[in-house]
């Protein structure tokens, strides 16, 4: 296993991310990176994707390459800043569903290059290469995979008497979560693999970090591939993740809402146990946590830093914890 330390700065660096939470964790690894002249790469989930209007979107790689790339609507929280609306709202007029998903204009145009690439025969991860060259993220993107993994949650909708399957964006935006809800499956998983960069990513990688994304239906959708935590097993380098929870509170979303329906317990080193070391079935060698957040876990290293993300320089002081942390794991 590689050793790291503030004197040896790691040169190569692969972050396992989904979500706004992933998106403004790169923001400050991005900035650590610049720092220490090392180029990262980002593994980011696509089980929140979906085909809508005939459009495929993959709203955890657009979120994270608009805010990279300096178009992310920051205060709405997602899409692209100086959005408009009017063909969402025709396409409302010709009642034309779902009308609960909005997709702006400028979003659209994503869209549309997506799917003709990959209408095409081009693999998302090639897709998305060519998106990132309009947008100079200075990080890498790759897909987890380039097959179509969804996830999906199991719940019970309003006047329905049994349970059934939806798109993990229809529970999440239309019902928020306000569902009886038992479970989240991966579709399309069994039949799914990492793409040879992502293999070739994290065997060249001298850091893994794993974002403070949801890590239920961010980080989970990644790890769930077949593939994933055997080749995180194998890399030569430490594997670090930060907790995306500060005293049981999620720092974005509703991972503890998602935690809940898996019946893991809402603290930080819950999640860590949940992860697991990767000694075992696990990926972890180290976690970091909030101040206060921390104990003891068998085979994990766990630190305590300072956890807000709020702006790049200080969430760039929590990728130097995770660095040194990393030094730390034998």
């Known amino acids: 296993m590689n050793a790291l330390s503030a004197n040896t700065p790691p040169r190569n660096i692969v972050v396992l991310a989904g979500g706004v939470g992933g998106a403004k964790y790169l923001l400050g690894v991005r900035?650590?990176?610049?720092?220490?002249?090392?180029e990262v790469t980002a593994i980011v989930n696509t089980g929140d994707d979906a085909t809508m209007h005939g459009l495929r979107i993959c709203p955890d790689l657009d979120s994270i390459m608009y805010t990279l790339g300096g178009g992310h609507d920051q205060e709405r929280g997602w899409g692209q800043v100086g959005e408009t609306w009017t063909v969402g709202e025709e396409l409302k007029e010709y009642g034309a569903g779902p009308t609960w998903f909005s997709l702006g204009?400028?979003?659209?145009?994503?869209?549309?290059?997506?799917?003709?690439?990959?209408?095409?025969?081009?693999?998302?991860?090639?897709?998305?290469?060519a998106l990132c060259a309009r947008w100079q993220p200075n990080v890498r993107l790759l897909p987890m995979s380039d097959d179509r993994v969804e996830t999906h949650v199991v719940c019970t909708l309003p006047d329905a008497e049994q349970p059934s399957a939806i798109h993990f964006q229809e529970w999440w935006v239309r019902y928020r979560t306000k569902v009886p809800t038992t479970g989240f499956v991966q579709v399309g998983a069994e039949q799914a693999a990492p793409s040879a960069e992502v293999l070739a990513a994290?065997?060249?990688?001298?850091?893994?970090?794993?974002?403070?994304?949801?890590?239920?239906?961010?980080?989970?959708?990644?790890l769930g591939v077949?593939?994933?935590?055997?080749?995180?097993?194998?890399?030569?380098?430490?594997?670090?993740?930060?907790?995306?929870?500060?005293?049981?509170?999620?720092?974005?979303?509703?991972a503890d809402v998602c935690l809940q329906v898996i019946g893991v317990e809402q603290t930080a080193l819950a999640v860590a146990d949940y992860l697991g070391a990767r000694s075992a079935d696990g990926v972890l060698d180290g976690w970091l946590v909030a101040p206060g957040d921390?104990?003891?876990?068998?085979?994990?290293?766990?630190?305590?830093?300072?956890?807000?993300?709020?702006?790049?320089?200080a969430t760039a002081q929590m990728v130097t914890a995770a660095v040194e942390l990393a030094g730390q794991v034998r």
């Open 226 to 254: 077949p593939g994933m935590r055997e080749a995180l097993r194998d890399a030569a380098a430490p594997v670090i993740g930060t907790a995306g929870l500060i005293n049981g509170a999620p720092l974005r979303g509703m």
């Open 202 to 222: 994290l065997k060249e990688a001298d850091l893994i970090l794993l974002a403070p994304s949801n890590p239920v239906v961010s980080i989970g959708p990644i």
């Open 31 to 38: 900035e650590y990176a610049r720092e220490h002249g090392a």
């Open 294 to 313: 921390g104990g003891t876990l068998d085979a994990i290293s766990v630190a305590e830093a300072p956890l807000l993300m709020s702006d790049a320089g």
């Open 105 to 129: 204009d400028k979003d659209i145009a994503t869209h549309l290059v997506r799917t003709q690439m990959l209408d095409a025969g081009y693999r998302l991860t090639e897709v998305t290469e």
